[in-house]
């Protein structure tokens, strides 16, 4: 059965697509094995090992083995590697910036982007979101997730709203109409990993 477009950047194939360019080309210092991205978006080496061989044969890419491994990087010295990476950041952006920046932060235990972006990411229409709306579980300090936000914004290219719920009140939402609400429309786990 044929994959729909991405809703997020409908000029892709597939979701993993925009996740695979975003984490690249949001960390262009970096190099990742085919492995540890097969990990990380939970698919398969065979999946990740044919995207790689597009994105490098297109020369969006790069590689590099070392024995059996085979690592990939972001090409940043070609004339579409900025604009690929604005665009990559304010679309997938989010998955690949949030999670890492939010578990730099003490307290942090879960986090979620939800609204607009995350019904987007998840199949649903409408206008490209203004914003990323941000659910953080835990007792991080406000000036922290304030600070996390603001570093967002400027790769995302886009505000960022961060609001803080405890553990308990997430765990047992009893009549808060806002986390009944949320929990009821579409979510978007990011992982915190730095």
Known sequence: MKQASPVLLPILRSGFQGE???WLFLHPEREFSLTELAERFGVSRSTVMREAN???AAGLVDERRQGNLRFVRART?????GPLAELLAVTY??????????ALVPGVEEAYVYGSWAARYRGQGGDVPRDVDVLVVGDADEDDLF??????????GREVNIRRVSSQAWQEPGSDRFLSSLRSRPLVRLELSA
């Open 20 to 22: 695979f360019l975003a």
């Open 54 to 56: 597009h994105f490098v």
């Open 77 to 81: 010295d070609t004339v579409v590697a």
């Open 93 to 102: 952006g989010p998955t690949a910036v949030l999670g890492e920046l939010l």
């Open 147 to 156: 600070d996390a936000a603001r570093s967002a914004e400027r790769v995302l």
